[in-house]
């Protein structure tokens, strides 16, 4: 089986969708034969990519048995191709990109972008959005994750970044872009002030409600146990992962908006950090209830007070069912995992001789 794959987000770019694009890319050309056509100069380049794709694309499609496209936004690379090569052509859907509010995007996936072979949702809630939006032929595989090789602890390091001393602290952490879906202004504004003050809260990521977060710590007069870090090195959010208590992802509703998948849940999870997470969206489809982490009603102020004090009350619990996660991870979402899932969907394409 021979599979061109078209994608506008790739390294050196970083984000999910990036790093989601080369994994596949990359691991499946390991297992079978693939092309791969991407635009590695990020948003800015997408003008010049598309007529380039398409036109390449064009030119491949000849040689493969499938053609793969990273999102809808490149519906008309992949309705011209399929309409002219003939050949099956399948889609991976994300979340927002079926939901993204804009008249003329969502005409222009009307007319392009629903009358391809399969789309591959990564989660059941991104399945759900593409169903009651006229996507047909849905299949779901999730995202995969990069185990790292070991969890190195070291205090020291963490408080180096810090700048803090964490002797008889605890850590919670969140990690991801800070826009208001992610819940991190509604945790702090109701669920961090009920907790022991030993307890502090690191957030790794910027957004445009960072400001909105901030007032929201001084307001509740909990600033001093923030640590909004931005953006951080590799290096750093690895130590981070691998020094923080409680990984916490407090996801509220924004119409509008949803959680795809929750990537970060996983990487937390991989690092033996217990995820508490809102029961939501995407997120379900990260985390298995007391598998990898600990689902939360959205919003449930008592029911996240009772689960992050029940962990952080009893260290070897808590330790061991990090554990527990890494390897649920490590079972369930590897890459090696996913691709096959992939390949599989692709083989089921190809007409049968």
């Known amino acids: 089986m ?40 990020g948003k800015k380049n997408l003008p010049f990519f598309i007529p380039w794709a398409l036109i390449k694309g064009l ?24 309409k002219l090569s003939k050949k099956p052509v399948a889609v991976t859907l994300h979340g927002l990109d079926i939901t993204y509010q804009s008249k003329i995007y969502q005409s222009y996936i009307k007319y392009f972008g629903k009358k391809f072979d399969q789309y591959i949702c990564i989660s059941r809630q991104t399945e759900t959005e593409a169903k009651n939006n006229g996507f047909p032929n849905t299949v779901i595989v999730p995202i995969g994750i990069d185990l790292p090789e070991a969890v190195e602890r070291s205090r020291g390091d963490l408080e180096k970044i810090l700048k803090t001393d964490l002797s008889q602290k605890k850590v919670l952490l969140t990690v991801g872009r800070l ?18 003050k030993n307890v502090i ?21 909990v600033a001093d146990r923030i640590f909004a870090l931005g953006r951080v090195s590799d290096d750093e959010l690895r130590i981070i992962y691998s020094n923080s208590d409680i990984f916490i992802m407090p996801n509220i509703k924004v119409p509008g908006d949803m959680e795809g998948f929750g990537i970060v849940a996983l990487e937390a999870a991989a690092h033996e950090l217990p995820v508490v997470a809102s029961d939501m969206e995407g997120i379900k489809d990260a985390i298995q209830h007391k598998g990898n982490g600990l689902l939360v009603k959205s919003q449930d102020i008592a029911q996240y007070l009772q689960v992050i004090n029940g962990l952080l009350t009893d260290d070897n619990t808590r330790v061991q069912f990090g554990r527990q996660a890494r390897q649920f991870v490590k079972d369930n979402y590897s890459w090696g995992t996913i691709v096959q899932k992939y390949q599989q969907v692709f083989q089921d394409l190809i007409p049968k001789s």
């Open 59 to 82: 030119i491949i499609a000849r040689k493969v048995d499938v053609v793969h496209i990273g999102d809808p936004v490149l519906s008309i690379v992949g309705w011209v191709i399929k």
């Open 201 to 221: 809260y690191v957030i790794v990521g910027d957004g445009e409600d960072k400001e909105k977060i901030l007032q929201a710590a001084d307001k509740q007069k």
């Open 2 to 41: 021979k599979t061109l794959f078209i994608t506008r987000t790739y390294p050196p770019v970083t984000g999910g969708m990036e790093n989601l694009s080369y994994q596949v890319t990359s691991n499946f050309s390991k297992i079978a034969d693939a092309f791969i056509i991407a635009n590695k100069r």
């Open 179 to 196: 826009v208001k879906r992610k819940g991190v202004q509604w945790f702090i504004e109701n669920v961090l002030p009920g907790l022991e």
